[in-house]
């Protein structure tokens, strides 16, 4: 375990279904993060989260809304999706204070989705 | 626009052998480099960060290398095992102070061990 824990590891869902994928970090970092892994693309940014404030948004569709409800928990919730959205999406964490770079990024084992 | 490049896409070698992996980047203002190892349907796990004024750094079997003044870095695995098989992503954090730091991924080498 990285420190990083994600639920759940596999989802299936329908394109009408709502569902929340779960983040949780034991490691007293400030700063989460969303990230989005489709094949053979890089790991897209979709939420920063930096002291419970959401900090960046890449410009992700509504139908994926997170919450922040503190510094050690990060939530997905996934309404209305699409085919496309099918991907491994992974949260992240780090300390970030301004003085050193991401220190100690640290991601968790993924949410493999598909959508139906 | 900030980038990653690595090369080669995918690489096969036999169990014991050495190989090298490239990363070539365009990011401005550089703050650090770091080497990802990721296995399938896992997450990535860092493997080793380098900062400006490093040019070499190494965990175990895996030798990362950095020339900030071409822009390129290496990471070298020698003596290949069957578990070296993964995705090694090079990912490079911009940033020139505040917390405003952000990283730019590259694609990925996906690394095959065959027996």
């Known amino acids: 375990e990285t420190g990083v824990t994600q639920t759940p590891r596999h989802l299936v869902m329908g394109m009408t279904n709502k569902k929340s994928l779960k983040c949780e970090q034991h490691?007293?970092?400030?700063?989460m993060y969303w990230y989005k892994q489709s094949a053979k693309k890089p790991l897209e940014l979709m939420f920063v989260?930096?002291?419970?404030?959401?900090?960046e948004n890449n410009s992700v569709p509504s139908r994926f809304s997170p919450e922040c409800p503190n510094s050690s928990h990060l939530f997905l919730h996934l309404h209305t999706l699409q085919p496309e959205d099918s991907a491994l999406y992974l949260c992240?964490?780090?300390?970030?204070?301004?003085?050193?770079?991401?220190?100690?990024?640290?991601f968790g084992s993924g949410t493999r989705l598909t959508v139906v | 626009k900030n980038q990653v490049e690595q090369s080669p896409q995918s690489l096969i070698i036999l169990e014991g052998k050495n190989c090298t992996l490239q990363?070539?980047?365009?990011?401005?203002?550089?703050?650090?480099l770091r080497w990802y190892k990721q296995d399938t349907g896992r997450g990535p796990v860092s493997l080793t960060i380098?900062?400006?004024?490093?040019n070499t750094k190494s965990n175990g079997r895996y030798t990362a290398t950095l020339d900030a003044d071409t822009k390129q870095s290496s990471l070298h695995i020698t003596a290949s095992q069957l578990s070296d098989s993964a995705s090694y992503i090079c990912?490079?954090?911009?940033?020139?102070?505040?917390?405003?730091?952000?990283?730019?991924f590259g694609k990925g080498t996906l690394l095959t061990v065959n027996p």
């Open positions: 992240a964490s780090s300390q970030d204070d301004g003085r050193r770079a991401n220190y100690g990024y640290t």
């Open positions: 490691l007293g970092h400030n700063a």
């Open positions: 989260y930096n002291f419970k404030e959401q900090t």
């Open positions: 990363c070539n980047y365009t990011v401005s203002p550089f703050s650090n």
């Open positions: 380098m900062t400006f004024s490093e």
């Open positions: 990912v490079v954090s911009a940033g020139s102070g505040g917390s405003n730091y952000k990283l730019t």
